[in-house]
């Protein structure tokens, strides 16, 4: 399973640019950030992260310690060779931190911009153009001056029209496949009415030279009655002639 936060692009890359500068007001803190800051850019995200933990703990409202805290659990989803399981937490973790400094708005509007930047970046990642899409704008609402925002804005939105077809013509594909069964169908079903009819017209024809084949032989041994009978009669009445004749013609003396 690929992991959702590897980066395609290097205009995409969450760099430690993203970091801001610290205007801590506690010494303690501002040290526990600046290691973590040292460790982050050493690619050291776990130990950075770390370091972000405790000072997020000297400090709960501490806007920029919670934000690298983020940071560095993104980068900590993205590592090669990491669990999945564990990936996935650390991405949930990173984006929910993301989405409560982006939450804050007006009060920090550059680490909004950040955060926004960043969950754009996520989405991304995810194939959720539509909601990178959303984040980038958001980054830009609060920072329009954000290039780098702007051009991701125009990629995710181009990603989104080319997923949008690639919908649309798998729906075409599958449209016409149910179109190709549905004519299958009523061909077979056609093919079978014909059988039908084809079978049923054979019954009438078959039933219609029983029938005649009948009347022929009635019609036949009908004749042949008539023609017994007659010769019956002709029979009858010429011996009759004969006997009527010999007894005509002796005359009495």
Do not use: H
């Not at 939450?103 to 680490?111: D, I, Y």
Request: glycine content about 6%; proline content about 2%.
């Amino acid at each position: 399973m690929k992991r959702l936060l590897i980066i395609m692009m290097s205009l995409l890359v969450i760099g430690t640019e993203s970091i801001p500068l610290l205007a801590e007001s506690t010494r303690k803190e501002r040290r526990l950030i600046s290691e973590g800051n040292r460790l982050f850019k050493d690619s050291k995200f776990k130990e950075a992260a770390r370091q972000y933990q405790m000072a997020v703990a000297v400090n709960p409202q501490s806007p920029e310690a919670r934000f690298n805290l983020a940071l560095a659990q993104l980068k900590m989803a993205a590592q090669p060779g990491i669990d999945e399981k564990q990936a996935q937490q650390y991405l949930k973790s990173g984006s929910q931190g993301m989405a409560s400094i982006a939450a804050v708005g007006g009060s920090n509007p550059e680490l909004a911009s950040y955060a926004s930047y960043n969950l754009g970046n996520v989405a991304f990642n995810s194939q959720n153009y539509q909601e990178a899409i959303t984040c980038y704008k958001q980054a830009l609402r609060f920072n329009p001056n954000d290039d780098t925002a702007r051009r991701n804005l125009r990629i995710a939105q181009k990603k989104l029209q080319d997923q949008n077809k690639d919908k649309n013509k798998d729906q075409d594909k599958e449209q016409n496949k149910d179109n190709d069964k549905d004519k299958d169908k009523n061909k077979d079903q056609n093919k079978d009415k014909d059988k039908n009819q084809e079978k049923n017209q054979n019954k009438d024809q078959n039933k219609d030279n029983s029938m005649s084949n009948n009347t022929a032989e009635q019609i036949l041994k009908a004749m042949e009655n008539k023609e017994n009978a007659t010769r019956a009669r002709i029979n009858a009445s010429g011996q009759g002639n004969k006997s009527t004749g010999r007894d005509g013609g002796r005359k009495n003396w």
